[in-house]
């Protein structure tokens, strides 16, 4: 049974199939990072960095493993995005100016605001419109990975949770199919469910739950890694900061109190 970090003995085959987030301490409870071709969930409440830790995941794949990216930005527009990240030394834009990143606006139509995007999904929330998008432009810059933040936005559209878990499903697997390891932020409002609809997560490979709990008078950070489908991970709950340059995950110690 897996105990603490995985067993660092991955076989060939198993490392070739992985893609590395390069958030420290992160892969080393998953195997080796994620499984690739797959979608995964990542989980939290308001405050715990989930935009923060996927957007370093995309952002790793560009500058360290030659894996270009899309964003797909449904709750903020683009140039918040990119001014909110420069505090971590991260230039988004530069990736951009040099063809390895495209940040896909869906958020400036829905709030009826021009956009002087490169990139702009002109329909608010059309599913179709947005998959079409992302084909496109994952076939203009041969992207590998990509982000969703966030489908809270999309499942507030669409109301219906079986709508939701259906559009999902469509999202989730036309990423796959395009090549595409993919993370999708969801915001819940507490720890009692991983997924705000009560859907998100049965549509995707993975899930990722990031915690910003109050204890006492200070407020405490600690992630687990809810479910990988074919993959072992840590059950543990670990600590994580978000330091100046990112997320760095603390794979050998744990949280044992649920406060």
């Given at each position: 049974m897996f105990d603490g970090a995985v067993n660092e003995e991955i076989s060939m085959d198993d490392a070739e199939n992985r893609v590395k987030t390069g958030i420290p301490g992160f892969d080393e409870l998953c195997g080796g990072g994620f499984i690739r071709d797959r979608t995964y969930l990542?989980?939290?409440t308001s405050g715990s960095g989930k935009t923060n830790f996927s957007i370093q995941y995309v952002y790793n794949g560009i500058t360290k493993y030659g894996e270009n990216g899309i964003i797909v930005a449904t709750e903020e527009r683009?140039?918040?995005i990119?001014?909110?990240?420069?505090k971590f030394g991260w230039d988004l834009e530069a990736l951009e100016e040099e063809g390895k990143l495209a940040?896909?606006?869906?958020c400036s139509t829905k709030i009826g605001i021009p956009s002087q995007e490169k990139y702009v999904d002109v329909r608010p929330f059309d599913m179709r419109s947005m998959m079409d998008q992302i084909i496109a432009v994952q076939e203009e810059l041969d992207a590998k990975r990509a982000l969703i933040d966030s489908t809270t936005s999309i499942g507030f559209y669409l109301q219906d949770p079986a709508k939701i878990r259906v559009e999902l499903l469509k999202l989730s697997t036309t990423l796959e199919v395009l090549g595409l390891t993919s993370v999708m932020t969801c915001e819940i409002l507490?720890?009692?469910t991983p997924s705000r609809f009560g859907v998100e997560?049965?549509?995707t490979e993975g899930t990722v739950v990031l915690y910003y709990k109050r204890h006492e008078n200070v407020r405490m950070r600690s992630m687990e890694i809810y479910k990988m489908r074919g993959s072992d991970h840590s059950k543990k709950i670990h600590p994580y900061d978000i330091t100046p340059t990112g997320f760095v995950i603390h794979p050998h110690e744990e949280v044992y109190s649920t406060f």
């Open positions: 990542i989980s939290g683009p140039d918040q990119r001014e909110n990240v420069l940040i896909i606006d869906a507490d720890d009692s997560n049965f549509v």
